[in-house]
């Protein structure tokens, strides 16, 4: 049950209801690449099947929404996001050594200019024209001093707890009000929450008498999730339109690991991971709860070879016949 734990951990660390599909961007990485370099753009679109979208902005952040019609990619969205990361990525070193290339022959040029600041005359503060221009040229190599969102050097550094990495204040202060995450790193600010419906219900109850393959000298864990029928709300796909209520029933040994990975459960509904409102994969209906990649037993045979796609309230369920 090792593996378990730790898979329901990243999990956790990795899911977040429709903040899954979103990637954040400084707007000069993202207006750089749409003017520069459309054709990267167009096919990355093309290979993953995905359109992108600006879903929300700051003065200095888009906010970028990955779309895929159903019943979509194998994998889901998490190719399509790694891919665009490494484009942003790719594009923002590009941008950069413009941005430092361009500083450095304003530079010299300055240098080369007439009066008092030439390679054979005194700056302002008396020191030759040469050495003004090593030291003109230096700072815009210093790499450390410029700030990843805006691309300037950095004003008032601050420099994230957990990672170390470093930003504008300004500029970090917006885009962790736009999403509670380091823009660098992607590591997590704060508690993560997903856009589960909020009026469902976890219930536990224990059978001694049950017991599972590989685990017959424990009882039995039951979870049942109910949802009643709701209404969407902002955070999900069609605000305003309704959804149908659903039961979904898991099961874990009753020993101590079981009992770990129950707890972490736990978390994951409190923080409303465990389920999100979209599109049934298997049916194509849409406006229905559905899980969110948090994999739960749903059969008390079998084991994870077994594994299928079912149906339960019109909505996919995964099920594994082992556990974990």
Known sequence: ????????????????????????????????????????????????????????????????????????????????????????????????KKTQRHGELVGCVTVLEPGGTGLGGRGPTGSRGGGSAVAGCSREEEPDRQCPICLGEIQKMKTLEKCRHSFCEDCITRALQVKTACPMCGRFYGQLVGNQPPNGRMLVTRDAGLLLPGYEKFGTIIIQYVFPPGVQGVEHPNPGVRYPGTTRVAYLPDCPEGNKVLGLFRKAFDQRLTFTVGTSMTTGRANVITWNDIHHKTNCTGGPQLYVEAEGGGVPQKVYGGVG
């Not at 003017?35 to 753009?41: G, I, Q, R, T, V």
């Open 1 to 96: 049950m090792g593996s378990p734990v730790s898979f329901v951990l990243s999990r956790m660390a990795a899911c977040g209801g429709a903040a899954k599909n979103k990637v954040t961007v400084s707007k000069r990485v993202w207006d750089f690449l749409t003017k520069e370099s459309p054709a990267k753009l167009a096919r990355l679109k093309e290979e993953t099947k995905v359109s992108i979208m600006v879903d929300g902005e700051t003065s200095d952040i888009y906010v970028l929404q990955l779309c895929v019609p159903p019943p979509g990619p194998p994998g889901g969205l998490c190719p399509a996001r790694k891919a665009l990361k490494a484009l942003l990525k790719e594009t923002e070193k590009e941008l950069k």
